[in-house]
């Protein structure tokens, strides 16, 4: 079984200044992560994913994140914030084995920037 | 392309009451999902499909929900009798096959129940 924290309930930022989510898993296979983001009252949009490879993997909308197996991380990170960018951001695992791609999803981070 | 369509957008009942949900997945996506998205809380699964057979539905409270994919396209979620505890979105998804696949969702279902 998989389990996802995200370790903060809700960041304020100004706008144009950086931020990091920060996303910590536990499982005991090899897993896929992404990350998601839900604008008020819509569905869930895909931001990232890491499947393989580079550790260091760029979304949508100048978010990236990177993925650090000693550390069971996948903390999600943008460089300069904009207001449109306030919405709830999710990170999700599946387990690489299971053909099914079931998704266990964190509690989600709420990102409010201020002006 | 389309994205999955989902209806109705809300949806208010009282306790007791029956209700369902509809989904129309993205054209050519064999899987699909259904999700419980309580406030403050991330989605929580419900049911899978894989075409018109179910992959997993551990998470289904099988007393009071059932879902059903005929054909192996649009698929319905029916909650009887709702309880209040079953205030939530309901979010279907929708894939290609294959773990690393990302899932595709819809607007949801915003379920009130007084």
């Known amino acids: 079984a998989q389990s996802v924290t995200q370790l903060d309930s809700q960041v304020p930022v100004f706008e144009e200044a950086p931020v990091e989510l920060r996303c910590n898993y536990s499982s005991s296979v090899s897993v896929y992560l992404f990350w998601y983001v839900q604008y008020p009252n819509q569905g869930l949009q895909l931001l990232l994913k890491?499947?393989?490879?580079?550790?260091l993997v760029k979304g949508i909308n100048g978010f990236e994140a990177e993925f650090n197996k000693s550390q069971t991380s996948f903390h999600l990170r943008k460089p300069s914030v904009h207001i449109s960018d306030t919405a709830e951001y999710f990170c999700?695992?599946?387990?690489?084995?299971?053909?099914?791609?079931?998704?266990?999803f964190g509690g989600g981070t709420r990102l409010m920037v201020k002006p | 392309e389309a994205g999955v369509a989902q209806s109705p957008r809300y949806k208010i009942i009282e306790k007791r009451q029956s209700v369902a949900f509809w989904c129309n997945p993205i054209s050519g996506h064999a899987t699909l999902y259904w999700y419980q998205q309580i406030l403050g809380q991330g989605p929580k699964l419900l049911i899978q499909f894989q075409n018109n057979g179910v992959v997993d539905d551990s998470q289904l409270p099988k007393d009071r929900f059932s879902a059903e994919r005929l054909k192996g396209v649009d698929s319905t979620l029916k909650i009887q009798p709702a309880k209040l505890e079953d205030s939530a979105v309901y979010l279907c998804?929708?894939?290609?096959?294959?773990?690393?696949?990302?899932?595709?969702f819809g607007d949801g279902t915003r379920l009130s129940i007084l």
């Open positions: 999700a695992v599946s387990d690489r084995a299971n053909a099914g791609n079931m998704l266990t």
């Open positions: 998804a929708s894939s290609d096959t294959g773990g690393n696949q990302p899932q595709h």
């Open positions: 890491y499947l393989s490879g580079s550790t």
